[in-house]
């Protein structure tokens, strides 16, 4: 049994700092089934809501159990400034003068993507240690600064970080993908085709089963005479939400639908300024509540933009989230895997179309409420058959083991 396992991921949270949480929860579970995960993670990310307390360059901690080493890295402003890939870039250097001898020796070290840099300090260290090598895809760079940032194949990022995507599925024991169909990418890097490995988001059930009543500030607030569309997550650029906003416009003057939105990011006051008065905006509240706050809903809406890039597949999570709560959804998406169709848990509508989204929330609000359940019951199951992280766990651990 390979015991003591290193997880590299920069953004790594928990249930106390903030997103992202996939690393977390697999080292939560991994803990249960008797390994010894370690959590090596950066002391700053625009994801956080809570910053780590870091003295010097690395500062070890336990968080709720889990041994976490935070390495010291610099604030940038944004998801999208250059002062994100200068971090990247300082928090693989600073890895080089890890204090390997506080940490137990690793038998298994798992670098987590987006970034791909810290390949190159596993690789080095799994030599070291004779350890498994695993690289988990979680977001396809540099593909995506190609396919969604309208970055150039020949730009200098792009071949940089081109150079550690190779690297990293050549000399990886097991590449991990969210994505389904992302084998013949990974391939055509260099990418052995026996490496590949499916392993998609999920969900903590445990967590989900102690869901906390939303304020009643906030409840109070919710329409409880209408058809509520509802939202929780993000509301940045890779959202699409504006064309939810377009979409509520149009239904303005049905008195019978309300749309409520959960979420922060940098387009909120965009979206604000351009809904009507059948649009509430919360902002963002506890994860722990998010449970709370779908079973307002009569039904969920997610969206995308229609990028080429969705080819690959997608694994969303606020789509568990959604589905675990037993409420239908209207997913706007254009992709090799869509969760609502497979799941038979709603309706599925081209992107980046309003009309598609009024027509679609106008119908469902119409449906008798025996199918709107059926959709909520078909997509519960699906979630709790195939999306539990006690489940992906033992995917992880197929990998190595």
């Known amino acids: 049994m390979k015991n003591n396992i290193w997880i590299i991921n920069q953004y790594c949270g928990s249930k106390f700092h903030g997103m992202n949480f996939r690393s977390w929860y697999f080292a939560k579970e991994l803990k249960k089934k008797g390994y010894n995960p370690h959590i090596i993670s950066a002391s700053y990310s625009h994801l956080f809501y809570k910053l780590p307390v870091t003295k010097g360059k690395f500062t070890l901690e336990d968080v709720d159990g889990i041994p976490f080493t935070w390495v010291k890295v610099s604030k940038y402003k944004g998801s999208q400034s250059i002062g994100r890939v200068l971090v990247m870039i300082q928090f693989m250097l600073n890895l080089f003068f890890l204090p390997k001898k506080k940490l137990q020796n690793p038998d298994v070290i798992i670098v987590s993507s987006l970034s791909p840099l810290p390949i190159i300090n596993a690789y080095l260290w799994s030599i070291k240690y004779k350890a498994k090598l695993i690289f988990e895809v979680r977001d396809i760079w540099p593909l995506s600064l190609i396919e969604i940032g309208g970055f150039s194949k020949l730009n ?9 995507e190779k690297f990293a599925y050549k000399k990886a024991d097991k590449v991990i993908s969210l994505l389904p169909n992302a084998k013949p990418h990974m391939e055509s890097r260099g990418m052995e085709k026996d490496k590949f490995v499916h392993i998609p988001n999920g969900f903590n059930l445990e967590e989900m089963k102690k869901s906390k009543e939303l304020d009643k500030s906030i409840s109070n607030s919710i329409p409880k005479d209408k058809f509520i569309v509802g939202y929780t997550g993000s509301l940045g650029a890779s959202n699409a939400m504006e064309y ?42 506890d994860k722990s509540e998010i449970q709370s706050a779908i079973s307002f809903f009569d039904v969920c809406y997610i969206g995308w933009h229609n990028h080429s890039l969705y080819r690959f597949g997608i694994s969303p999570n606020k789509i568990f989230d959604y589905m675990y709560a037993g409420k239908p959804i209207i997913h706007s998406v254009n ?6 169709q497979i799941a038979e848990a709603g309706i599925s509508i081209p992107t980046e179309n309003p009309k598609e989204i009024t ?8 449906i008798e409420n025996k199918k709107l359940k059926e959709w909520g019951k078909n997509g519960k199951k699906y979630v709790e058959e195939n999306h539990t992280f006690s489940h992906l766990t033992e995917l992880l651990i197929s990998t190595f083991e």
């Open 244 to 285: 939810l906003i377009e979409a509520s416009n149009h239904l303005e003057n049905n008195e019978n639908i309300h749309f409520v939105i959960f979420g922060k990011g940098q387009h909120l006051e965009k979206l604000k300024n351009n809904a009507k008065n059948n649009v509430s905006f919360f902002g963002q509240i």
């Open 335 to 340: 992709t090799s895997n869509d969760f609502v």
């Open 359 to 366: 027509n679609a929330v106008s119908e469902i609000s119409k």
């Open 156 to 164: 200098p990022l792009v071949l940089f970080f081109g150079w550690f």
